[in-house]
């Protein structure tokens, strides 16, 4: 099977994402982080902390926790959701991994089109 391009983006090769790694990430000029859990959970967020917006590329995995640099919130890192505080969450994107490649997502209205031709004849 293979993937629909205009669909999904290849955001890493599997290989360089070791179990217990997050990893920074550019899809479609969205900063993401690529969380890869112990087991093989694989996960995306965007990258920017809802607090403050830091950039969670800084941040560390704790167990199955994501824990932001600046203020230490932490997050489930296979959902999102918030631990502490509990009332927050981070934006998840879409993940496939196909032929050891991780594929993201991409945002709705963000679909890479094909060109066409129109004529207003």
Known sequence: ?????????KAVD???LWEG??????VDGE????????????????????HQGTSLAEGYLE???????AHL???????????NPDNTCLAQRQVRIEDDVVWIGRSAGEAVGHSSTRSNG
């Open 14 to 16: 599997l290989e360089d």
């Open 73 to 83: 919130w932490e997050f489930d890192a296979r959902s999102g959701a918030g631990v």
């Open 31 to 50: 900063e993401l982080i690529v969380v890869h859990l112990e087991g093989g959970h694989i996960s995306a967020f965007l990258s920017s902390c809802p």
């Open 1 to 9: 099977m293979s993937v629909d391009e205009d669909r999904w983006v």
């Open 63 to 69: 167990e199955d926790k994501l824990v932001c640099p």
């Open 21 to 26: 790694e997050l990893m920074p990430v550019t």
